[in-house]
């Protein structure tokens, strides 16, 4: 079945150690992005690739990064973690065609844990 | 500001009984909604989406209804079922220079009891 695959599902860091999330796909989408989300709020993109090109949320800290290395796999870099940053974070990609209305699939999330 | 609003945190219906999940949204530019089921520790799945050329689109037990004056979009669930118990987002996109990105509500609980 086609997928979205995110490892590892569970992360444990230290505060200031840097962590990164991997996020590939077998759906062949040229657009992926990388959503933050707190208990009961609304997922929170944090920046998307179109293809190799980087789109950065305005409101991103410069504490995330993030690689595109091929189509199927992108990573999330938090450089130096703070208790602020201990969320789910949700992959997902879309196959953008003409009009943008693209539905979005997701991956089942990592859960960052910063000690 | 939020755009895209889901005012209820919770609900709770009765199996066999419809299940009713509001959103309203505020950006007029907005011209596609999607809802998203998301189970405890896992990823939203998409459900079902409506264009803004629509009031009405249909899929199975789930109905959403777009009512584009009022900019205020619904979710029907008929019948419930326990299965259906999860967290359920709404979310909109459109409008110049948004690339088609997702603007989501904060989520409304639904509790199906048999």
């Known amino acids: 079945d086609a997928m979205v695959i995110q490892n590892p599902r569970y992360q444990v860091t230290q505060f200031g150690k840097p962590v990164t999330l991997s996020c590939s796909q077998t759906l062949n989408h040229n657009v992926m992005y990388w959503y933050q989300q707190k208990s009961s709020q609304a997922p929170k993109l944090l920046f998307h690739y179109y293809d190799k090109d980087f789109n950065n949320e305005a409101d991103t800290p410069d504490n995330f990064q993030s690689r595109r290395p091929n189509t199927s796999f992108c990573f999330l870099d938090i450089r130096s973690p703070g208790l602020g940053d201990a969320a789910m974070y949700l992959c997902a990609t879309s196959s953008r065609g003409a009009g943008y209305r693209n539905t979005q699939y997701f991956g089942p999330g990592t859960r960052l844990t910063v000690l | 500001d939020q755009q895209v609003k889901q005012n209820s945190p919770s609900l709770s219906v009765q199996e066999g009984r419809i299940s009713i999940l509001n959103c309203d949204y505020t950006?007029?530019?907005?011209?596609?909604f999607l809802w998203y089921k998301k189970y405890p520790a896992e990823g939203p799945t998409f459900l079902i989406s409506?264009?803004?050329?629509?009031d009405k689109n249909e899929d199975g037990r789930f109905t959403v209804f777009l009512n584009k004056s009022a900019k205020h979009l619904s979710l029907h669930i008929v019948p419930s079922q326990p299965g259906d118990s999860a967290v359920y987002f709404c979310?909109?996109?459109?409008?110049?220079?948004?690339?088609?990105?997702?603007?989501f509500g904060k989520g409304t609980k639904l509790s199906v009891k048999p």
């Open positions: 950006n007029s530019m907005f011209d596609y």
């Open positions: 979310a909109a996109s459109g409008g110049g220079g948004s690339q088609g990105n997702l603007i």
């Open positions: 409506i264009s803004s050329i629509k």
